[in-house]
Nanobody
Framework: QVQLVESGGGSVQPGGSLTLSCKVS?????MGWFRQAPGKERDGVAS???????YYGEFVRGRFTISKDHAQNTVILQMDNLRPEDTAEYYC????????????????WGQGTQVTVSS
């Protein structure tokens, strides 16, 4: 089973930036980030296939960037121009199926890191 540990969450003002990191025991076919706000469903934020294809949720496209650091076995989510509605618990996930933003395609999950955007 893949092990994933997120870090980098915190509080930031609207318009600010945060970088989330996910240290993994190994990369799988698809690495992704999801988020869940209280009382809401879990949403796919971004994912990246082993071939380098990237997928983004409509609500983050143009503001967030997913990447991998192979030397550090880390999946990175760079979040810019953050909005209050980005406030949520963010989860890193690993999947072996075709890559996308469906949470049922991911079978290993981190514990989550909280992101709060508020003035």
């Amino acid at each position: 089973q893949v092990q994933l540990v997120e870090s980098g969450g915190g509080s930031v003002q609207p318009g600010g930036s945060l970088t989330l990191s996910c240290k993994v025991s190994r990369f799988t076919n698809c690495m992704g980030w999801f988020r869940q706000a209280p009382g809401k469903e879990r949403d796919g934020v971004a994912s990246m296939s082993s071939g380098g294809s990237r997928y983004y949720g409509e609500f983050v496209r143009g503001r967030f960037t997913i990447s991998k650091d192979h030397a550090q076995n880390t999946v990175i989510l760079q979040m810019d121009n953050l909005r209050p509605e980005d406030t949520a618990e963010y989860y890193c996930a690993a999947g072996v199926r075709s890559c996308g933003l469906r949470d049922r395609d991911f079978n290993a999950w981190g514990q989550g890191t909280q992101v709060t955007v508020s003035s």
